[in-house]
């Protein structure tokens, strides 16, 4: 894979994310295999979070101490581990006050937790998982950037955060001089939900427009809208039977005959070739399924190109 600079930092990222969200339920001799697949083609940016694994049992901090442990003993260098914090509870996840999960207290305690289990000084990238749009940018915004001048976090991330809160949050920072958000991940891919198409955890219509306008990077998670592209029609998931995704998997499968490629890995050339920053998060458990995810970087889309498989 090739690797990219990340705007705004002194990071360069493999064009593709490994993302950690349950991969830690399989056995050590099934995932092992898998990231270093990942490793040895060239990826260096693992996606984990505070809350991954807390529906396991005993898996609260699983995701985080596993993937420090694993880049440790392999001796791996320029690896980035972006984590998360800022969850609201949930089953088996600690309890709290649900207008509390963005609050400094937790935040810190968040990050507490995240280091220890990590067993690093600082993070490197560092989310909010949640956005509350109860709290006031300017609380988040000047807590976060308190956190960048003790060292224990360089750069932010706003995972499930719409365009609006995010563009608000660095105005603030923009003024004040301070640390904004670098990064987004939402949940986006060429195949839109069903049930949510336009909320904050979705990337389309005016967000959309503000990344491509702003030129502001992504990193998205279910970027092959859980295998929508590879499925036959009496195969999907509710969440993305749609009349419009149907003609969207159509037109990449038309392309795909064209170039002698899957219609998954068009539906990934069409993410990284957006004239934006694109770092898709690959969550797969399949060995095959990462290493055809890897040759869609060889897929080059123009604006045409991209603008039909949208939209016809």
Known sequence: ??????????????????????VFALPRDQWEPLL???????????????AYCYWLPGGAGLS????????????????????????????????????????????????????ARLECDTISLYYLHRDDPRVPVSEIVEFLHAEIQRGRIRYLGASNWSAQ???????????????????????????????????????SGESLGWHRENHFPAAPYSPTARGFFAKSSGEDSQEYDTP????????????????????????????????????????????ERLMEAFAAEEIALGNEELEWLANG
């Open 165 to 203: 809160r995010i563009a608000e949050a660095n105005e603030y920072a923009r003024v004040r001089n301070l640390e904004p958000f670098i990064i987004s991940e939402p949940r986006w891919s060429l195949a839109a939900t069903k049930s949510r198409p336009d909320t904050a955890d979705s990337l």
């Open 64 to 115: 985080e101490i596993t993937i420090g442990e694993y880049v440790r003993r392999r001796g791996l260098k320029n690896i980035t581990i972006a984590t998360k914090g800022g969850h609201p509870s949930s089953w088996r996840y600690r309890t709290i006050h649900q207008d509390r999960y963005l609050s400094p207290e937790r935040i810190r305690a968040d990050i507490d937790d995240s280091l």
């Open 244 to 287: 419009e995704n149907h003609q969207r998997r159509e037109r990449a499968r038309e392309l795909a005959r064209k170039l002698n490629v899957t219609p998954t890995q068009v539906a990934l050339a069409w993410l990284i070739s957006q004239p934006f920053p694109v770092f898709p998060i690959l969550g797969t458990k399949s060995r």
């Open 36 to 50: 270093d697949t990942y490793v040895e083609a060239g990826g260096n940016f693992f996606d984990t979070a505070h």
């Open 1 to 22: 894979m090739k690797a990219r600079s990340l705007p705004g930092t002194d990071l360069k990222l493999s064009t593709f994310c490994c993302g950690l969200g349950d």
